[in-house]
């Protein structure tokens, strides 16, 4: 499982909080990817194809503040090109994201429908607890 953290830099995000498996995953040093700009890790690890979607897919998280479930986009690995399934929500100028290769999913016996539910269910409780700590903050 890989994750990642962007946070926001001026117009852009920039990714932070990478674990080793992304060196492994893309072959790039960590040095490399740590405080790139979301755009230009989009552009240079993302296939082409994918390149719109998934844009449109992280604006749509960031500006509504929302859960992505279950998207799918291909990325430049040493390996030639590798899909990941992507699970992610923002929450006070972050975005937390973690990925799977489809393929682990299957390998490991969870199927589709039942790592979704687990999903949704840490993202219902993840988006009740910043609502309840959004709260906190008025006092």
């Not at 690890?45 to 719109?52: C, N, P, Q, S, T």
């Not at 990325?75 to 590798?82: C, H, R």
Request: hydrophobic content about 45%.
């Amino acid at each position: 499982m890989l994750s990642l953290t962007l946070r926001r830099v001026d117009d852009d995000f920039a990714v932070a909080d990478l674990p080793n498996g992304w060196e492994d995953f893309l072959g790039v040093p960590l040095a490399e990817m740590e405080g790139m700009k979301m755009s230009v890790w989009l552009e240079r690890f993302v296939h082409e194809d994918d390149l719109a979607p998934s844009q449109k897919a992280a604006g749509k998280l960031l500006r509504d503040a929302s859960v992505v479930v279950g998207f799918v986009n291909r990325y430049k690995t040493p390996d030639g090109w590798a899909p990941l399934r992507w699970w992610a929500f923002a929450h006070k100028g972050e975005m937390h994201a973690t990925a799977k290769p489809p393929r682990l999913l299957k390998r490991r016996g969870t199927s589709l429908e039942q790592a979704l539910g687990a999903v949704q269910a840490s993202a219902a409780l993840t988006k009740a607890a910043a609502s309840t700590l959004a709260g906190s903050d008025d006092e």
